[in-house]
């Protein structure tokens, strides 16, 4: 399965994105997805994932209540919309398939995509 993550780009601090990722190949509907981002010189995190059959969310607290990660098993896709952006929100976001928790630690995850820049202006 490959992964191809779209949607970034520059944004005003409090403005909204859609990141898209999709999966070619074969179906990845047994997958947990999930989204992690990767500031410049930092470690990468944990951002929001969700379950193959898209009834659990996970989120980190810094984004909870502002993102929302979603899926269509049958179009092969996993979303992540993201409200009220900040300045720390900057990163690259990844998004990544895997079938084994705690989903919050990217070893976990044996499918990334190539990442696409989300840039946060004051």
């Known amino acids: 399965v490959q992964l191809q993550a779209s949607g970034g780009g520059l944004v005003q601090a409090g403005g909204s994105l859609r990141l898209s990722c999709a999966a070619s190949g074969r179906t990845f509907s047994g997958y947990v997805m999930g989204w992690f981002r990767q500031a410049p010189g930092k470690e990468r995190e944990f951002v929001a994932a969700?379950?193959?059959?898209?009834?659990?969310?996970y989120y980190a607290d810094s984004v909870k209540g502002r993102f929302t990660i979603s899926r269509d098993n049958a179009k092969n896709t996993v979303a992540l919309q993201m409200n009220s952006l900040k300045p720390e929100d900057t990163a690259v976001y990844y998004c990544a398939g895997g079938s084994s928790y705690p989903i919050q630690r990217p070893s976990n995850y044996d499918l990334w995509g190539q990442g696409t820049l989300v840039t946060v202006s004051s």
């Open positions: 969700i379950s193959w059959s898209g009834d659990r969310t």
